[in-house]
Structures are given as structure tokens and as C-alpha cells.
């Protein structure tokens, strides 16, 4: 099977909050692909992030695509406020939907031209996801538990995307632990997105940072 050329995702979660322009202004310049933002509430993860207030502002600011990434309980409660607020993503957990909501948000998200992702915590299986891969525009893995950047990549998830690249044609992310050396083996695994955020925002020259991620997986 020919490449899919990857596309790389810096994660703002690990932008410096008082200085977000900078930040941003970087990842432009960087040629980053689109903008990650990681939507937390605090109930599904044990941490609280940001809101549908901060994607409407960054909206007004970038022409970077947001993919919004929510770890949140109650997704299909919030979809249409990051719709609103200028998502060009939403990725949604499994582990917080039924098939049926699944569904419904790929609806809502189609109607507003936006795409569905489809995201699996590294313990809960390939099998979770075979009811909704008709209607998501992108899988997203974890390769971290969720909730904190800076955690290590579980390697233990790359024979699972394995086989969800065998059986799926769209887009595959992969967010938690990503580096210059396992962006290589998420992209060997079928990877298109990389999701890295401690690793692009650690970096002294984060264009260098970005740049190397998509060689290493390319
Ligand atoms: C973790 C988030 C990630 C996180 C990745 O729950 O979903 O997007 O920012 O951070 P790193 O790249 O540092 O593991
Ligand atoms: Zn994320």
C-alpha cells in the first residue's frame, strides 16, 4: 500500500499559556498541520484543561485547523458549543458513547462540515471500534493513558493499529509519548497523524522539532 503522507498535530497542552500567540505564531511558521487542543473535564480524566471559550478565540487567530480532542464525559452534551466555537475536528472517546451516540455526533458534525474522530484509551480494544468505523473520519489512538502530556508512549498499542490499518483507509492518529523515535514506529504501524506535545514544546527549535518528526516517519 502506497504512504499516506503524515500530517503532525502539536498538542497546546503543552504550549506555554501566557505566551499562546507565540506559541501558535511558532507552530505556523513550524508548517505544523493542524492545532490539537486536548478538551479535559475532570471526570473522565483527571485533569481540567480548556474550553469551548479558548477554541473560539484561537479560531479568530489561525488558519491552523483545530482537531479538538475531548476527554470529557458527556461529549454529545458540548458538541455544538465547539462547533460553534470553530472546531475542524472532534474527536470523541468510545469509552464515553453507545454506537447510537456515535452516530448522532456524526451527523452533527457532518452537517457543520466538520469530521468525527474516533478515540480508544491504549486498554480498551480494537473490537470496541468495529461497530462505529463506518461513520468515523479518523481513529485516534492513545498511546498514553489520558489526562497529562509528558507521559511515555505505551508500545503496547502499536500491534493494535497494526490491525486497525489492515481493516481501515482513513485517517489514523496517534497521541501520547510521540517523539523523533516513536513517530517512527507509530508511522511503520499506519499512523497519518502525530499527535506530541511535551516533544514539540520542550524543544529549543521547535520547527526542528516538527521537521524531524515528519522525517523520521516518512
Ligand atoms: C493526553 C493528551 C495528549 C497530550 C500529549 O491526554 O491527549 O494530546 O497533550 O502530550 P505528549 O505528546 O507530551 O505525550
Ligand atoms: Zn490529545
Redesign the pocket.
Known sequence: MAEQPVRIAP?L??ADFFCLERDIREMERAEADLL?I?VMDGHF?PNITIGPLVVQCLKKQTKLPLDV?L?ITDPLFFLEAFLDAGADMITVHRETCSDEQIRHAAESVRARGVLLGVSINPATPLQALRSVLDVADMILM?S?N??????PFIAAVLPKMRELRAAYTKDISI????NAQTAGLARAAGATIL?????IFGAQDKRAAVRSLRQCSG
Open positions: 498538542s497542552l503543552s490539537h486536548d480524566v480532542h476527554m492513545m498514553v489520558p489526562g497529562f502530556g509528558g507521559q497521541d501520547g509519548g510521540i499527535v506530541a506535545g511535551s516533544y
